[in-house]
């Protein structure tokens, strides 16, 4: 769960961060539970212990010192999804599923007039899959390891940016690990080309040349976003040979990939 804490400090400054309380930390029951947080003012650099006090229908923080403090609970859909993205072990099993699935679609048999939104659907399905495999391997694969989570922020000119005090590295670990996970899904989200380099930098892994997937990637967003034709009105052209060539390619990458993170026992 994340809160959104913010206060003034004696010294005037304003105070505010969003701390993410892990599920242990929340009661389940009747007892209450209790966890602590270290917030810094980044003007004067006093620490302020906050204590974040769960019981079954009730959060409560409460911070000594703090002025006009006020905290409310923000967007646990997504903290929800980012925990289950480092803890999934389901990738590859997800990954070849999906993809058998398209291939049992393709030998639908279905009326002339509608090959095209199927296709369309589909090598939009293909693209999904693939993607969600590259950054939902690489987040469990490098969130659950300390010496990868630093290579990661060592080689990220964005993470390496981000100014964690010493004190915050060590009162706050397992937020630090959300912090850099959001912050994956975020760019991979948005920006699959950054994912190359970073597999590169961090796990070790070439991915050679994916200049068709990249392309694959704007056909994507033709089907998805223009319902199947591009800027100009042109169709996108999607026929099953398409869609199975890009099933190979995204099987080859995807099992390069899980070999590499397999022999190296890297999950
Ligand atoms: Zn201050």
């Not at 389940?28 to 966890?35: A, E, V």
């Not at 090598?123 to 590259?134: F, G, I, R």
């Not at 987040?139 to 940016?161: C, F, G, M, Q, Y």
């Not at 991915?207 to 998805?224: E, M, S, T």
Request: charged share 25%.
């Amino acid at each position: 769960m994340e809160i959104n804490v913010h206060f003034a400090c004696t010294c005037g400054a304003f105070v505010e961060e969003n701390i993410y309380v892990s599920e242990e930390n929340l009661a389940t029951d009747t007892t209450p539970c209790n966890s602590w947080k270290v917030l810094i003012c980044d003007g004067c650099a006093k620490d302020y212990e906050a204590a974040i006090i769960s019981t079954q229908n009730e959060l409560d923080v409460s911070i000594d010192g703090a002025v006009s403090l006020e905290y409310e609970v923000v967007d646990n859909h997504e903290y929800d999804e980012i925990s289950w993205t480092i803890e999934s072990t389901q990738q590859l099993e997800t990954y070849t599923k999906i993809s058998r699935d398209v291939v049992l679609l393709l030998q639908l048999k279905i009326p002339d007039e509608a090959k095209n939104t199927l296709y369309n659907m589909l090598y939009a399905q293909v693209v999904t899959v693939v993607e969600a495999y590259l950054s939902g391997i690489f987040i469990h694969t490098v969130i659950n390891s300390d010496d990868l989570i630093r290579k990661l922020v060592e080689s990220d000119p964005e993470l390496a940016k981000k100014q964690f005090s010493l004190n915050e590295i060590f009162s706050k670990w397992n937020e630090l690990k959300f912090i850099v996970a959001k912050h994956l899904k975020d760019i991979i989200f948005h920006d699959l080309k950054k994912i190359k380099p970073m597999y590169f930098s961090v796990l070790e892994i070439d991915f050679g040349d994916i200049g068709w997937l990249f392309k694959a990637v704007l056909i994507r967003h033709d089907c998805v976003h223009r319902n199947g034709v591009d800027k100009e009105g042109n169709p996108t052209g999607i026929d099953e040979s398409m869609i199975i060539d890009l099933i190979k390619n995204c099987a080859s990458l995807v099992a390069a990939i899980d070999e590499q993170i397999q022999f190296r026992n890297l999950t």
